[in-house]
C-alpha cells in the first residue's frame, strides 16, 4: 500500500455525508462526556437523592434557552493573519494530496477569516499559496463582492488578477463591471477599461444605470475609500455630462478631498449663477471647501470656508471675494470668522481661561441687500448689523470673570437710516456666586451672588446724540448684589430675594443740565411662590396624571429718577411666560423700573404617568399693579394700567404625529387681542411635515407662515416604503418642499422657498425658488432659482439649495444622509 501522503484522495458525495455524520456523533459524545464529567465534580453533599423531588428538578431543564453573545461573528475580525485563520472548504467531489494540492469540483466552496470563495471548480497549490477558481466564480471579502469567470489569487496576500468582473463595494453600494481587476493586496487593487456606480443591479440583461463613471483605469484604495479614475467620462442618461483626464471619487460617507456636485441658479440680482465646489479634507479635524462661482451680471466670486476642531477648541472661516463687480464697479468681499474654546494655562491655581470670537465685516453698505443669503453667520437678528466681537473669560471655583470688546459695522441706507447700537471698547465684568451656601452666619441654604460690569461706550454722535438728548459717550460702572433664601418641599416653594443696584457714570461731554457724572442706587425685594398638586384623571379613555400648578409672584422696588441718564443697553422685556415673573421690566442695566405689582399664574398639564411625557400643557397668567410705573425708556409712556392684559397659552401633543401651540395676549378693556399666535405641526413619519403658523398684532403685523416637505407620489396613492430617516422612501419618488411667509395686512407674500426634489435612487435631482423680501428699502424683493443633479455617492457637502432648504423648512430632512455605517453581514455569503 502506498503512503497516504503521495497518493491522491477521493471522497464521493456519500462518503462526505458519512464523515458529516461520524463528526456530529463525535462532537455529541465529547458534549456528553463534559456534561458527565461536570455532575461528576459536583460536591457529594450538594447532590439530591435519587428519586427525590430536586433529583427530577435537577434532571429537567432548567427553563428556556437564553441567547449568548458569541465573538465567533463578530463585526470586526480578530486581528491576525489570513494564514493563521483555518481554511474551509466545501464541495461536491474532494481530491488532492496533503500539503501540495487540493481540487473541489461542483459547487466548490472556500472560507478563511472575512474571505468566502464559491466557483464551479477551485483548485489550490499549498506550497506557492496560490488559488484557481473557474466558472461562476464569485469572493466576498469582509462585504465587498466580486463575480465573474476566472480569478487566479494567493490567498495569504489577496494579490492576483479577476477576468472580466462585476463587482459591488458594501460601504456606498458602488458596482459596476471591468474587462480586468488586479489585486495588490485585500485594500488596493486596479481595475481596466471598467464602469462604476452607484445605481442598484436589477436585470442583468437589460440593465442600464441611470448615470456611470467610465474610465481607462480605476485604482481603488479602500484604506481610504478612494477611487482614482484615469481617462473618466461621467455620462448621465447615456449623455456624457463631465469628463475628467484624472479623478478621484468616494467609495463611502468618509470625507474626501474632490469635486462636489455643481449649483445652477437663476436671480433677478446676479443674473445665472453657477457654482462649483472644491472641498479639502486637509486631517481628521480640519477641512476647507473653495466655491467659486461666475455670476452673468456681476464676475467671478471667489467663496472659501475652512473648518477647525481641537479637543479644547473649534472654529469656522468663511469668506467671500467678488474683484471688479460690473453692477457696482468695485470690488465687493465678505468674511466672518467664529471661534470658541479654551485656553490651558497648565497651572491649576490659576483656573481656566475661555477665548471666543465672532467676527464678521463687509466691503460696502450694499452688501446686504445685492447678497441676500450672505456667507457670514453668527450675526444679530438684522442683516444690517454686523458685530466684531472678542471675549476673553476666566473662572476658577466660585469666581469668574470676562473681558471683552465688541464693535458693530452698521451698513446704513439712505431711505431707511438705523440708529446703531453702542460699541463696547471694553467691557469687563467679574461675578462671585454661591448656591446653598452659608451667610454671614444665618445657615446653609442660601443662593447669593455678586457681579460687576465696566463698560466704556462709544459710537457716531451724529447718530446716538440728537441734540437735546442725554446720550453721550462715556463710562459705565454698575454692581449688583442679590440675596435669596429658597424652601422647596414635595408640594410647593417659597423663594424670597433681596437685590442692590448700584451704578455710577462718566461722560465725554456734559449732559443738557451740565453734570459730567450720575449715580443711582436701586433696592428690590420679591417674593416667589408656587404650589403643586397631581390627581388621576381619564381622558378620551387614556389614563393621565393631572396636575394643578398656581403660582404667585410679587416684587417691589421703589422709584429712583432716571430720566437724565442715558440709555445705552436697556430694551423693554417682550411681555411673554419667559418674562412675566421677572423683577425688571427692562434688559439692560441702564433702567432699574419701579415697581409694586402682583404676578398670578395658573397651569394645569397632563402626564403620561408611565413616561411623563407631556400630553397637554394650559397656562394663564395676569399682572396687578398697585402703583403706576414712573421709571420708562426715552420716549416711551409710562404704564398705568391697574391690571395688565392676559396671558394665555396652550401646548397640546396627544398623539406624537400632531403638535399645537398657542399664545395669547389679550386686552380685557378693549375686549381684543393685542397679540396672538397659533402653530399645529403633522408630522407622520419621515419626509412628512406640514407646519402652519399665524402670527399677529394689532394694527401692527399679521403674518401667516406655511412649510412643509411631502411626496407628491403619495397623490395617486404611491406611498412608498419606510427605508428610515436618512434614506428616502424608495426610488421613482417626487417630494415637494417649500416655507411661505404671507403678509394679510399688507396683502403680499415676504418670504418664500418653494421645491420640488426627485429621488431615482442613485440620483437625485432638485430644483428651488427662492424669494426674499428686503424690507425697508427701495430694492424690493430678490429672486433666484437654484438647480441641481445631485449622483449619489459623489457627495453634495455644501450644496445651497440644501442650504436654503435646511435653513428654510422646519424639519426638513435630507434624501440622503448615511448616519450608520453597513455591517459587512449586510452581504454576508
Request: aromatic content about 10%; hydrophobic content about 35%; glycine content about 8%.
Amino acid at each position: 500500500m502506498r503512503r497516504a501522503s503521495s497518493s491522491p484522495f477521493i471522497l464521493s458525495p456519500v462518503a462526505l455525508a458519512v464523515c458529516r455524520l461520524a463528526l456530529l456523533a463525535m462532537l455529541g459524545l465529547a458534549c456528553a462526556g463534559i456534561g458527565r464529567a461536570q455532575a461528576q465534580a459536583a460536591p457529594a453533599d450538594t447532590a439530591p437523592l435519587p428519586g427525590s423531588p430536586a433529583s427530577a428538578a435537577a434532571a429537567a431543564p432548567a427553563g428556556p434557552a437564553q441567547l449568548k453573545g458569541s465573538a465567533l461573528l463578530a463585526e470586526q475580525p480578530p486581528a491576525l493573519q489570513d494564514s493563521q485563520l483555518p481554511t474551509f472548504v466545501f464541495g461536491d467531489r474532494l481530491s488532492g494530496r496533503p500539503d501540495l494540492e487540493t481540487v473541489i469540483d461542483g459547487n466548490a466552496e472556500l472560507r478563511r477569516g472575512t474571505t468566502s470563495l464559491r466557483a464551479d471548480r477551485i483548485e489550490y497549490y499549498q506550497p506557492d499559496d496560490l488559488m484557481k477558481s473557474r466558472g461562476h466564480v464569485r469572493i466576498n471579502r469582509a462585504g465587498n463582492r466580486f463575480e465573474g469567470p476566472e480569478l487566479e489569487l494567493r490567498l495569504d496576500r489577496f494579490e492576483g488578477f479577476f477576468i472580466a468582473p462585476r463587482y459591488r463595494f458594501l460601504s456606498n453600494g458602488g458596482n459596476g463591471q471591468a474587462e480586468r481587476v488586479d489585486f495588490v493586496d485585500d485594500k488596493h487593487f486596479t481595475a481596466r477599461r471598467v464602469r462604476y456606480t452607484t445605481c442598484e443591479r436589477d436585470d442583468e440583461a437589460s440593465w442600464n444605470p441611470a448615470w456611470d463613471l467610465r474610465a481607462s483605469r480605476i485604482d481603488f484604495d479602500l484604506d481610504n475609500d478612494v477611487g482614482v479614475a484615469t481617462g473618466a467620462v461621467v455620462r448621465f442618461k447615456k449623455v456624457p455630462i463631465l469628463a475628467f483626464p484624472v479623478v478621484s471619487f468616494p467609495l463611502s460617507d468618509k470625507r474626501k478631498s474632490g469635486l462636489l456636485p455643481p449649483t445652477f441658479g437663476l436671480g433677478s440680482v446676479n443674473g445665472a449663477e453657477y457654482r462649483q465646489p472644491y472641498y479639502f479634507d486637509i486631517a481628521p479635524n480640519r477641512d476647507a471647501t473653495f466655491s467659486p462661482a461666475i455670476l452673468s451680471k456681476r464676475g467671478i466670486d471667489l467663496a472659501g470656508e475652512f473648518r477647525y476642531l481641537e479637543p479644547t477648541y473649534k472654529g469656522e472661516l468663511r469668506a467671500n471675494l467678488l474683484a471688479a463687480d460690473k453692477l457696482r464697479n468695485r470690488d465687493r468681499w465678505s468674511y466672518s470668522l467664529q471661534h470658541s474654546g479654551a485656553i490651558d494655562s497648565g497651572i491649576p491655581a490659576v483656573g481656566g481661561f475661555g477665548l471666543a470670537l465672532n467676527l464678521n465685516r463687509v466691503s460696502d453698505n450694499d452688501y446686504w441687500r445685492d447678497f441676500p443669503l450672505p456667507v457670514v453667520s453668527g450675526l444679530s437678528s438684522s442683516p444690517r448689523l454686523l458685530p466684531q466681537d472678542a471675549t476673553l473669560s476666566w473662572g476658577k471655583g466660585f469666581f469668574s470673570s470676562t473681558l471683552r470688546t465688541l464693535k458693530w459695522q452698521t451698513l446704513q441706507d439712505a431711505t431707511s437710516p438705523i440708529v446703531p447700537p453702542y460699541d463696547r471698547l471694553p467691557q469687563l465684568t467679574a461675578a462671585y456666586t454661591r448656591v446653598d451656601a452659608p451667610l454671614a452666619g444665618l445657615g446653609n441654604g442660601f443662593d447669593w451672588s455678586l457681579d460687576s460690569d465696566f463698560t466704556r461706550f462709544s459710537a457716531d454722535s451724529a447718530l446716538t446724540n440728537p441734540p437735546g438728548s442725554n446720550q453721550r459717550n462715556g463710562n459705565r460702572a454698575f454692581g449688583r448684589a442679590q440675596v435669596s433664601r429658597p424652601w422647596l418641599w414635595p408640594a410647593g416653594y417659597i423663594t424670597p430675594k433681596v437685590q442692590l443696584h448700584a451704578t455710577s457714570y462718566q461722560f465725554e461731554s456734559p449732559l443738557p443740565n451740565g453734570a459730567n457724572s450720575a449715580s443711582r442706587v436701586v433696592p428690590t425685594f420679591s417674593l416667589d411662590s408656587g404650589l403643586q398638586f397631581e390627581r388621576d384623571a381619564s381622558l378620551f379613555g387614556r389614563n393621565l396624571t393631572q396636575t394643578l400648578e398656581p403660582r404667585a409672584f410679587y416684587v417691589r422696588t421703589p422709584f429712583r429718577d432716571q430720566s437724565q441718564l442715558p440709555n445705552y443697553d436697556s430694551g423693554a422685556n417682550d411681555f411673554n411666560f419667559a418674562t412675566v415673573f421677572t423683577e425688571n421690566a427692562f434688559v439692560g442695566n441702564d433702567r432699574i423700573s419701579d415697581a409694586n405689582l402682583l404676578t398670578l399664574g395658573l397651569t394645569s398639564r397632563l402626564l403620561d404617568p408611565a413616561t411623563g411625557a407631556e400630553a397637554v400643557r394650559l397656562g394663564v397668567a395676569q399682572r396687578l399693579r398697585y402703583e403706576d410705573q414712573k421709571v420708562t425708556l426715552p420716549g416711551a409712556l409710562p404704564a398705568t394700567d391697574r391690571v395688565s392684559d392676559l396671558l394665555v397659552g396652550a401646548s397640546v401633543n396627544w398623539v406624537p404625529q400632531w403638535t399645537f401651540d398657542s399664545t395669547v395676549q389679550y386686552n380685557p378693556k378693549i375686549r381684543l387681542s393685542e397679540r396672538a399666535s397659533y402653530g399645529v405641526r403633522y408630522n407622520p413619519g419621515n419626509y412628512r411635515t406640514i407646519s402652519a403658523a399665524i402670527r399677529r398684532q394689532r394694527n401692527v403685523s399679521e403674518q401667516v407662515d406655511i412649510g412643509w416637505q411631502w411626496p407628491i407620489n403619495d397623490l395617486w396613492g404611491d406611498k412608498g416604503r419606510e427605508l428610515g430617516a436618512g434614506q428616502g422612501q424608495g426610488g421613482g419618488r417626487y417630494y415637494s418642499v417649500g416655507r411661505l411667509n404671507y403678509s394679510t395686512l399688507e396683502k403680499k407674500l415676504v418670504d418664500a422657498v418653494i421645491g420640488v426634489e426627485y429621488d431615482g435612487c442613485c440620483w437625485i435631482g432638485r430644483v428651488v425658488l427662492q424669494r426674499t423680501q428686503n424690507s425697508g428699502t427701495s430694492v424690493g424683493a430678490a429672486t433666484r432659482i437654484l438647480f441641481q443633479l445631485e449622483l449619489v455617492g459623489f457627495s453634495r457637502v455644501g450644496a445651497s439649495p440644501l442650504e436654503t432648504l435646511k435653513s428654510n423648512v422646519p424639519r426638513y430632512q435630507y434624501l440622503r444622509d448615511n448616519i450608520i455605517s453597513p455591517s459587512r453581514f449586510t452581504t454576508y455569503d
